[in-house]
C-alpha cells in the first residue's frame, strides 16, 4: 500500500494518522457543532495527469479545515478512465480514514463522496455508473454542481 502524504496549507505536510487527529481536533474544537467529512479528486492532463485528492471536514454552517493529496500518473487513455481513477482515489483515501477514524469515537462520521461529472457536458453519459459505483461501496456521492470537495477544493491544487 503506498503511503499518502497529505498537504494542509496551514501545517504543511502529513500523513494520515496525523490528519485524522487534526480532523478530531477541529472538531473538538466545538463539539456542539455538525460536521460533515468530504472527500473528492480533481485531475489536469498536461505532460502527465496531476490528480488531487482533498478531504474536508466541514463544520457545517461555520467553516472548514482541508488536507490534499497530490499524485501524477503518466497514461490517463480517455474521459472514463480520468472519471474512474478520480473516483478509486476517492474511495482509497476514504477506506484509509475510516481506518483511523474507526480507532476513534468519531467512527460514524458522516461522509460524502464528490465526482467530478455533472449533467452538463461529457461525464453527463458516466452519472449513473459512477454514482452507482460510490453508493454501492455505502457513501453518499454529490455531483456537479454540488461537488465542491472535488471542482473547488482538488481543482485549485492540480495547476
Not at 4 to 10: E, G, H, L
Not at 107 to 112: C, S, T, Y
Request: aromatic fraction near 8%.
Amino acid at each position: 500500500m503506498i503511503t499518502m502524504i497529505f498537504v494542509n496549507p496551514t501545517r504543511g505536510r502529513m500523513s494520515i494518522k496525523e490528519v485524522v487527529r487534526d480532523i478530531i481536533a477541529f472538531m473538538e474544537e466545538v463539539p456542539s457543532a455538525s460536521y460533515k467529512l468530504i472527500i473528492g479528486t480533481d485531475s489536469q492532463s498536461r505532460d502527465n495527469s496531476c490528480f488531487v485528492t482533498a478531504v474536508i471536514v466541514h463544520r457545517v454552517g461555520k467553516g472548514a479545515r482541508y488536507y490534499y493529496y497530490r499524485k501524477y500518473v503518466s497514461s490517463v487513455k480517455n474521459l472514463r478512465h480520468k472519471i474512474f481513477t478520480e473516483t478509486s482515489m476517492s474511495l482509497d483515501a476514504v477506506t484509509r480514514l475510516k481506518e483511523e477514524l474507526a480507532k476513534t469515537r468519531y467512527k460514524d462520521m458522516d461522509v460524502e463522496i464528490h465526482v467530478d461529472i455533472g449533467q452538463n457536458g461529457d461525464t453527463k453519459e458516466l452519472i449513473r455508473e459512477v454514482v452507482g459505483w460510490v453508493m454501492g461501496v455505502g457513501y453518499k456521492v454529490k455531483i456537479k454542481p454540488n461537488a465542491c470537495g472535488a471542482t473547488k477544493v482538488a481543482d485549485r491544487h492540480t495547476k
